[in-house]
């Protein structure tokens, strides 16, 4: 139990530094390392399982509904990046650039991809000539890089794993049904797989991305209060369409502009497992996601019998959840400390006694909650479970949201509760970008949303006091 405590402490308090303890997590949890490239971070077995899990979950639904993978090249030459006025300003300040070939120097710059709009685009102009080609719906599993100043593992690093899909229809109505279509897999994704609730909802002109007619976000609230971008779907309108000339021929014996949509999620998502559900002595991970969700731990391994048990319910329970022995000669102290650092879902417990009594003992992650299952009843007892400890993870997560949003109608009170209060402020706005500059820099908040399904509580601005157009959602974030 000694190893136990000290395995413990070395985790800062979330209370005592927020920061430092979602560091300590993604170093004592194995699931990243430093690497010599300076904001790059190297992604370990353990957390690259997480991302595998939740690349499998998403790979699924895309190709469910229609898509298809490909792959694009990693350098975009110049010339084409600049086809497209405002997305190449949006994204200048964070580009890298190739500027040798071997020894000797480029004819052209090449960009190292932030993004895949234009290569998409350029590919779609050359593909596309009749109705007949559309829709086209393409996503792709890559990298990109994008030069932060300020990096954090997961959260911000300057090389980063993800999925970016890129589609073309024949109608405006057909593009806008794509971005509201995969914006709802990405929600059901943090709030059925994740277990983490999100605020669905329109970004505004100011933060929507560079390039798109509308951008659509799902926002999660982390333990402290900050959000965290989910993922983003975009309407791309014909914008990128006139800039690239994709053009089609349709029924009626017309050219016509497609219209583009663009979709992404990334691995930033580890951070928020990590930050929504994670406590003082770890990760807390969801099923759907944990590469292990059933740990086995003899207890008393050396006495007769026991080891030969533990490996028998290892294979048996293995044909319906992902379980995993630990037949180590640490100490079962030790053991329950590192699975529990780990966020395993379930540890299950079988000693002498317990095999006597023809039971085990299941302990969740999440509120150390034991149970005695009888081993015949394994089969049943072991969903129930962890369909009662997701749940229970989905219920806190809410709660905690619910108990940290804040409606206000004055600047003053929205200035006090940004300061005091942290968490998501709900106010009215006129739409006027000068007021959301004004209120970032008197209240250190950006604008996270304007949510859907949610009706306007005042008539004014919060920050001018002039008509106000929208509800919006207001925090810090990652």
């Known amino acids: 139990m000694a190893n136990e405590k000290k395995l413990v402490e070395q985790i800062t308090s979330m209370d005592e530094d927020f920061a430092q303890w979602y560091t300590d997590i993604v170093k004592?949890?194995?699931?990243?390392?430093?690497?010599?490239?300076?904001?790059?971070?190297?992604?370990?077995?353990?957390?690259?399982?997480?991302?595998?899990?939740?690349?499998?979950?998403?790979?699924?639904?895309?190709?469910?509904?229609?898509?298809?993978?490909?792959?694009?090249?990693?350098?975009?030459?110049?010339?084409?990046?600049?086809?497209?006025?405002?997305?190449?300003?949006?994204?200048?300040?964070?580009?890298?650039?190739?500027?040798?070939?071997?020894?000797?120097?480029?004819?052209?710059?090449?960009?190292v991809r932030p993004t895949s709009e234009t290569l998409f685009s350029e590919h779609y102009a050359n593909i596309v000539q009749s109705w007949r080609d559309l829709p086209k719906l393409y996503n792709q599993w890559c990298s990109v890089v994008r030069w932060e100043k300020n990096t954090r593992p997961f959260l911000r690093t300057r090389e980063f794993l993800w999925q970016e899909g890129h589609t073309v229809h024949a109608t405006a109505e057909e593009a806008e049904a794509e971005t509201v279509q995969m914006l709802e897999v990405y929600a059901n994704l943090y709030e059925k797989d994740l277990c983490i609730p999100v605020i669905r909802g329109q970004k505004t002109e100011k933060e929507k991305f560079a390039g798109a007619k509308a951008t659509y976000t799902v926002e999660a609230m982390m333990h402290d209060g900050k959000a965290l971008q989910g993922a983003t779907s975009h309407n791309f309108g014909d914008g990128f369409a006139q800039a690239f000339g994709i053009r089609y021929l349709d029924r009626d014996n017309q050219l016509k502009y497609v219209s583009q949509t663009s979709w992404g999620l990334t691995t930033r998502t580890i951070g928020a497992l990590i930050m929504a559900h994670g406590d003082n002595s770890g990760l807390v991970l969801p099923p759907s996601v944990a590469p292990i969700q059933v740990v086995v731990i003899p207890v008393q391994m050396h006495k007769e019998g026991v080891l030969e048990k533990a490996r028998e319910i290892t294979e048996r329970i293995r044909t319906f959840v992902r379980a995993r022995i630990d037949d180590s000669d640490n100490t079962p102290g030790w053991k329950f400390s590192q699975y529990e650092m780990k966020g395993v879902p379930l540890r299950l417990e079988i000693g002498p006694k317990d095999i006597e009594n023809g039971q085990c003992v299941i302990v969740r992650r999440d509120n150390r909650e034991k149970s005695f299952v009888p081993l015949e009843s394994l089969e049943t007892e072991i969903p129930r479970i962890l369909d009662a400890y997701a749940a229970a993870l989905y219920e806190n997560a809410l709660k905690r949201r619910e108990t940290m949003t804040y409606t206000v109608s004055t600047l003053d009170e929205l200035i006090d509760t940004a300061k005091n209060k942290p968490g998501f402020i709900r106010a009215m706005w006129c739409g006027d970008q000068a007021c959301e500059d004004r209120l970032k820099e008197v209240a250190e908040v950006t604008s996270r949303c304007m949510p859907f399904g949610e009706e306007p509580f005042g008539d004014t601005c919060v920050c001018c006091g002039k008509p106000a157009r929208k509800l919006v959602y207001w925090g810090k974030a990652y």
């Not at 899990?53 to 090249?73: A, S, T």
């Not at 190449?88 to 650039?97: D, T």
Request: with cysteine.
């Open 28 to 111: 004592k949890a194995d699931l990243v390392d430093y690497s010599s490239v300076k904001g790059c971070m190297i992604i370990r077995p353990y957390a690259y399982a997480i991302w595998e899990r939740i690349q499998g979950i998403l790979d699924k639904h895309f190709k469910d509904l229609g898509h298809e993978n490909v792959y694009m090249p990693m350098f975009i030459p110049e010339a084409l990046l600049n086809k497209e006025k405002e997305h190449v300003e949006g994204f200048a300040p964070e580009v890298a650039w190739v500027t040798y070939g071997g020894s000797e120097p480029l004819a052209e710059r090449l960009c």
